[in-house]
C-alpha cells in the first residue's frame, strides 16, 4: 500500500554523511523534509543538492530538519560534496543516507518494491527515486511530492508549501492557491462567522464558503 498523508513515516536506521540515523529519534519533534535522487555525480541532482545547501538557514529558522536519501554510498556522498559545493557556493552539511539496499526507498513508496539495482546501473535504474516528504514533529506524512528524473524541483515551492504546512497545523485554516506567508489564510467552515471572528478578528468574505483572515503572530 501506497505512503500516504496522516501515514506514521516509517521508521528505519541507516547509515549517513553525519553517522548512524535512526529516523524516528533524528527527528527528536521536528519537523523535516526527506527528499531522495536517482545517484550521486548526476547534472540534476547536483542542482537540487545545491539548492537545499543554500536554503539551510531558511530551513533552521523553521527548525526543520533535511535529509538527503541517496542509493549511492556514504563514501561516495562524501565525494559528491565537493561539487555540490561548487555549484552552490554552499556546504552541504545536511546528511544523506546510504540506500543502496533500497529499503527506505521501498518504505517510503519511492519506486516499485520489485525494483533492483543491476551491476553497473545507471540513475535510470532508480528513476523514480525523485520525492520529497515533509514529516511533521509528530513523525506523520504532512505533505508529498513525486517528480520525474528529467525535472528538477523547485525547492522555494517546497519551502513555501513547508510554510503552509506549518501555518495550518493544528489551526482551522487552510492557504488559498499561490499564499505565502504574510498573505490571508481561509477559515475553516467548522467555524462560523462569529466564531471565526472571535477567533481571528476581522473577515473578508468573498463568498459565503470562502472567508479570508489574518493570522495572528
Known sequence: MALRINDTAPDFTAESTEGTIKFH????????IVFSHPRDFTPVCTTEFGAVAQLAPEFEKRSTKVLGVSVDSVADH???????EKIAGAPANFPMIDD??????????????DTVLPENRTPAHTATVRTVYIIGPDKKVRLTMTYPMSVGRNFAEILRALDAVQATDGVPVATPAN??????????????????REKFGELTIEL?????AKLKA
Open 208 to 212: 459565503p464558503y470562502l472567508r479570508k
Open 25 to 32: 529519534d533524528w527527528l527528536d519533534g521536528q519537523y523535516a
Open 78 to 84: 562524501q565525494k559528491w560534496k565537493a561539487d555540490i
Open 179 to 196: 499564499w505565502v506567508p504574510g498573505q490571508d489564510v481561509i477559515v475553516a467552515l467548522s467555524l462560523n462567522d462569529e466564531q471565526a
Open 100 to 113: 543502496s539496499g533500497l529499503s527506505v526507498a521501498k518504505a517510503y513508496d519511492m519506486l516499485p518494491s
